[in-house]
């Protein structure tokens, strides 16, 4: 493989990805806003660029991995934005958890400079990323998805298509976030339910795992809940409350409510105000044992 | 095996949890209010009482398996219920979902008539209680624990002690049945975010499940919320409310506040007031669509 | 005025309501299962009774203000109780905070010993009551209700018929503790929404309760909500729950969604298992600072 | 008196508005994009601008009524916009309900102009703002709300000063709306426990608004919803959830969590799905009448 792939965002999560795309065998341009954050990469053999567009070949590939809307517009539009660098015949692989609304936008204003824009957010925390285990949900057009899928093969264990629209994949990966949240939430009301009762945590916590509820999410964040030791962090509150409110605008947008929802984003503020901004987001369970007055 | 079983409560579920300890080698005597429902297992070669009190041997054991609190009292204490003709040595094995407080109150009438009284609710559905698979949740008198293992044994593919105290059972039963109310609702919201974003949601439904959600919670009533295809009916809404309803009454006696459990009573309180009383309980996210304008 | 009134219940409520009923001429025989608390009424003239039927004259009044529904139960039911000796002719009006589905039964009862139940919940502080400025909403048989209409004139200043079905006067009540709770809530967030952004709350107060909540149920609680200061204790959070409980338990009943009040329910469980059980029920506001993480 | 003020937005609290300062005798210049609103004032005496720059004085006095931050930016900001025509020494007076957030950028623009912004959003509806019964929560520069006051008089009833942030006043502002709101949501549900109990839901009115809750909110509000009539329309709910949104939006800025504001928020998105986006905000009490499953 010689082809050139730029990659932008090198933080937990992309730091790993862009790794095993060396380790695929394919060149490689990094760029991140820090770029102390680069060297690992530029170690590993790729060449670092001092703004966004240089790591932007005409027609090439370039992957964004960012932590939210106004991070993914800064290094795209603009003067030195990857998006007039890139075309005609560019595709931007857009794997970072942005708002739906942002991706029609950005995949409108790409195709309107006659590139792609290709959105396919993540599910995994960064161990996935490095084990090449991440669930990838894309869309975008079906040239373009086609042409990306050996590199998307380098990044996950399994892609699931959403057509033909952007927006839809993130769609998706907002609404894998509230489902994650809403167990949380579940299960920090049932294992306090059942700790006020009597009944040990952990044990409430095996038999759902291993029957009902047998299936990563449940097995990971329910062992931090029923043990309430929420280290290390993984997914800081305030990240997911920016995912949650996500959710909420899209809710909105399309008119449609989202009680559960609701109650997440309440539930992550309330963590918020009492400091826990930068704790794992499986911390919002602390919630229920706050409002039932033990800790 | 030469032990006789008195079975009360041959339901949906009751029946083949009955057939299974027939088969298994047991003599058994069955009861239940409408005799008529009977007759399948007389055909199997248990034989039938007419009063509660006539499938139970002293120092036997009893099997109960009813729709709630008040048929499980109304089988057990009273001239002719099962509590006085149990006393000394026997056990009663309480398998239906029951208030905790209730148990409480059982294990403590028992224990002061000289028998044991097992709380050993039961997850599953009726083709779960018919294939042995169901999972069950036991607690009680240690004693009376294992002389009864074999009997369990026999119903279930999987058992999960939970100590001395019998409510514990009920707790963790009722917690089960909560978490996965939980689940319905949060599909049936981030489903329908899909919806009214374009997406498909089957595609949601086949990404969550193969992935984080691959359990059998999310299999089987993702599938249903995802295809707005709820029948068969197995278990109703109206009894999914009482379970609910179970859970905010012990997390009121023991001060656990609960935001998503009130909120899962209000939406199959609306299914209910709106006419589906007798629908499979995940139609309870039915009332997302409701509230979202669409069918 | 020569008839005699039975009066059961000196608490807080009650007791200057008996006084006020002596001061207006009647007759009374007063009882308390705390017997002490009867004292000054037998001090203004009253007579005593060590059981509650030892108040009851056939064919007379009885009048009831005690704490819940059980207590309610004890006094008017058993072979003590005031429903046998009252008969025939004889009104018994319930001037307590019961539930809707008690006051049916009790009504009922009534009527099948010849005598009637009148409903008659109060609105007021004991302050209101000690001013006779209690609001009183009633129901019960119309033949009763003008029969009564003069004693509960020396109690209140205002009365507001609800009908025949003495359950109706009760539904009113409990809905008028809902009513109350809500503002409070809408006032705790509303004030510390304000606080958050640096508006002082007692400006916000004053503001609103001399404009669109020009009114008592606004200025009497916001004061206290505003000032974030919650003495003296008018009405514990303890009973606040437990009318709110008796709020969710009715619409159960008639199977009616009440979010509002669910929500209220956590709010005051959660002040509870904080350690304001005995607090005033104004301070379920502050849950809202709680979640804010300020004082 | 001669100074004249330039008057944007002629909706159906601005053109009575206007009116009213044509009446006290002030001369005036007005603007409105669709110009042909401006018609009635031209009429009365006022002058027509075709920009809105058309209508400010160097130094003068401009007021804005306008529907939202988006109206509000497009008329104050850019070539044609009051501010750069406003300095040294003018006042702006914002009337609009806009966010805290806006009226924190307008105040600091305004201020490096070196002119005023005042924030002056009002309470009442369209008769109140004909009958000069608005009252008013203003915020900013000391000398500039003296300035204006005579303005503001003859505008409203009452006058509330909420000190030097003009952002202070909008909080107050979409605060107010926010119990009003939470005041209908909770008369929603008690009046329809009551209709579900058989208890008139006018004669719970009756009895509400003339004793705890006798204030104009209640009466108001409370009239439509007892009796199911939302016409005429006053303030759509179209417009209510955008208020709400406004709080919720603070609400998180300054991280504080308001369930009750996030409930309402889905109450009037449920109800604008259902197609009653232009109805009257009190119509969000039907809600609860859908989720009870009556009409």
Known sequence: MTETIGFIGLGNMGSPMAINLLKAGYNMRVYNRDLSKTQTLVDAGAKRGVRPSDVVEHGGIVITMLANDEALEAVTLGIDGILTHLSPGGIHISMSTVSPDLARKMQKLHEQQGCHYVAAPVFGRPEAAAARQLWIAEAGHPEAKKRVRPILDALGQ?????????ANANVVKISGNFLLASAMEAMGEAFTLGEK?????????ELFTQTLFACPAYKSYG????????????????L?????????????E?????????????????????????????????????DAGIE
């Open 197 to 205: 009762n009597g009944v040990e945590r952990t044990k409430m916590y």
């Open 240 to 252: 997911a409350l920016k995912d949650i409110n996500l959710v909420l605008d899209s809710a909105k």
């Open 254 to 290: 399309v008119v449609s409510p989202m009680p559960l929802a609701s109650h997440l984003s309440n539930r992550l503020l309330s963590g918020i105000a009492r400091g826990r901004s930068d704790r794992d987001w499986s911390e919002l369970s602390r919630g229920v044992l706050d």
């Open 223 to 238: 062992k931090r809940i029923a043990e309430k030791n929420f280290e290390p962090v993984g997914f800081t509150m305030q």
């Open 158 to 166: 399994g892609i699931f298509d959403f057509g033909e629209e952007a």
